[in-house]
């Protein structure tokens, strides 16, 4: 019998059942028929990070930021791509510290960009600063060995 996850969709936050081997595939959320896995970050806030990060069966790796930042921006671009070359295994999620600054706070963040890999609510692990994408991938591998 296959172990089933939750997967929140990452358009309407609806959890949708998904059996761990077809993880890989292309699956759709049963409301609204969107992408489980767009391959892009979700935006989040605190009602969507109690869905994503506490309710759901995935990791979630957010970035905290904000648009002032000069390395924030420069991280964007490589925080997007990470997103298309982990989904399905994580859910990458970006928190602007401006608009979300209970988040922020519930996790401590001092500085930005910081990353944070959660699973099931609790903080799994963390890094501060820009980083290129081969080190971000296998920063974000090696956290999730320990899972």
Same mark, same amino acid.
């Given at each position: 019998?296959?172990?089933?996850?939750?997967?929140?969709?990452?358009?309407?936050?609806?959890?949708?059942?998904?059996?761990?081997?077809?993880?890989?595939?292309?699956?759709?959320?049963?409301?609204?028929?969107?992408?489980?896995?767009?391959?892009?970050?979700? $935006?989040?806030? !605190?009602? =969507? *990070?109690? +869905?994503?990060?506490?309710?759901?069966?995935?990791? @979630?790796?957010?970035?905290?930021?904000?648009?002032?930042?000069?390395?924030?921006?420069?991280?964007?671009?490589?925080?997007?791509?990470?997103?298309?070359?982990?989904?399905?295994?994580?859910?990458?999620?970006?928190?602007?510290?401006?608009?979300? $600054?209970?988040? !922020?706070? =519930? *996790?401590? +963040?001092?500085?930005?960009?910081?990353?944070?890999? @959660?699973?099931?609510?609790?903080?799994?692990?963390?890094?501060?600063?820009?980083?290129?994408?081969?080190?971000?991938?296998?920063?974000?591998?090696?956290?999730?060995?320990?899972?």
């Amino acid at each position: 019998m296959s172990e089933t996850l939750h997967v929140p969709c990452p358009t309407c936050d609806t959890l949708n059942r998904m059996p761990r081997e077809r993880l890989g595939q292309a699956g759709k959320c049963g409301r609204c028929g969107n992408p489980l896995f767009p391959g892009a970050p979700v $935006p989040m806030d !605190a009602r =969507r *990070f109690a +869905v994503h990060a506490e309710r759901g069966d995935l990791p @979630v790796l957010i970035d905290f930021w904000a648009a002032w930042c000069g390395p924030c921006r420069m991280m964007a671009p490589v925080f997007e791509k990470a997103a298309g070359e982990l989904e399905p295994h994580v859910r990458l999620a970006k928190v602007d510290t401006e608009a979300s $600054p209970d988040l !922020a706070a =519930r *996790f401590g +963040v001092q500085s930005i960009p910081t990353l944070v890999l @959660v699973h099931h609510g609790r903080e799994i692990a963390r890094t501060s600063g820009a980083m290129p994408l081969p080190a971000l991938l296998s920063w974000t591998r090696q956290a999730l060995a320990a899972v």
